[in-house]
């Protein structure tokens, strides 16, 4: 009678657990498929705009600024990405002044780079092609692929953060296994250890004011708003 008693109770437990497991399998394909409706819209329009004003937005940056107002910022946590340039650890104690200011000058910064990659932009579509979410269910990635009528299918990587909103929001971007971060946070420790985050966030703000101070005296087709 021990024997069975305790049999049927392993048997409850690994029952339990089956059912544990099934109701966790569930609620990650749930939330992969919420992660895959958010972003494949976006990675669409993005694509499908670039393809047909390309050449617009080469000649008028007020235009792509538009572009990136409407379809890229409102879903990139430029927050996330200057705490992941220069670690938490760093991050956290700065001033909430200070740390507004960093982060102001990281997200110019990620702007600066959609200015100078839009020259090299010749037709290539990005797909979504899959989604993954760690077992935490905070961090995720948006896998894409980048095709090109002259070039191999590039596989990139955005790396996405839900926020409190249960929003999901890029952070980062990973190439061939190296992320943004990565590359950057050396480059960023070194000026942080030998000057401080000042000298960061001023080193940050002079190479944009004069790629866009260049860009508009260049164009000047684009207001003082967007420079």
């Not at 109770?9 to 992660?35: F, G, H, P, R, T």
């Not at 002044?97 to 959609?114: F, N, P």
């Not at 905070?138 to 191999?152: A, D, N």
Request: glycine residues 6%; positive net charge; hydrophobic residues 45%.
């Amino acid at each position: 009678m021990y024997f069975n008693g305790l049999k049927s109770q392993l048997l409850c437990a690994v029952a339990m657990l089956c059912l544990m497991v099934s109701i966790a399998s569930a609620n990650q394909v749930d939330e992969k498929s919420l992660l895959l409706q958010q972003f494949e819209p976006i990675i669409s329009a993005v694509s499908k705009q670039l393809l047909s004003q390309h050449e617009n937005f080469k000649k008028n940056p007020k235009a792509y600024q538009a572009f990136l107002d409407q379809h890229v910022s409102p879903h990139w946590d430029a927050s996330s990405t200057a705490r992941a340039l220069i670690g938490g650890a760093n991050f956290k104690p700065l001033k909430a002044k200070i740390q507004q200011q960093l982060i102001e000058a990281v997200d110019k910064t990620l702007v600066r780079y959609a200015f100078e990659g839009i020259d090299f932009y010749s037709g290539q579509q990005f797909q979504l092609i899959d989604v993954a979410i760690s077992d935490s269910g905070r961090m995720g990635w948006v896998q894409v692929v980048m095709k090109s009528k002259i070039l191999p299918d590039l596989n990139l990587d955005i790396l996405v953060k839900r926020n409190k909103m249960g929003k999901w929001k890029a952070v980062d971007v990973r190439f061939k296994g190296i992320t943004y971060a990565a590359v950057k946070k050396y480059q960023f420790k070194k000026i942080l250890e030998k000057q401080g985050v000042g000298a960061l966030i001023a080193s940050l703000n002079k190479k944009n004011n004069k790629f866009f101070g260049e860009l508009c005296v260049v164009k000047d087709k684009v207001d003082k708003q967007s420079c």
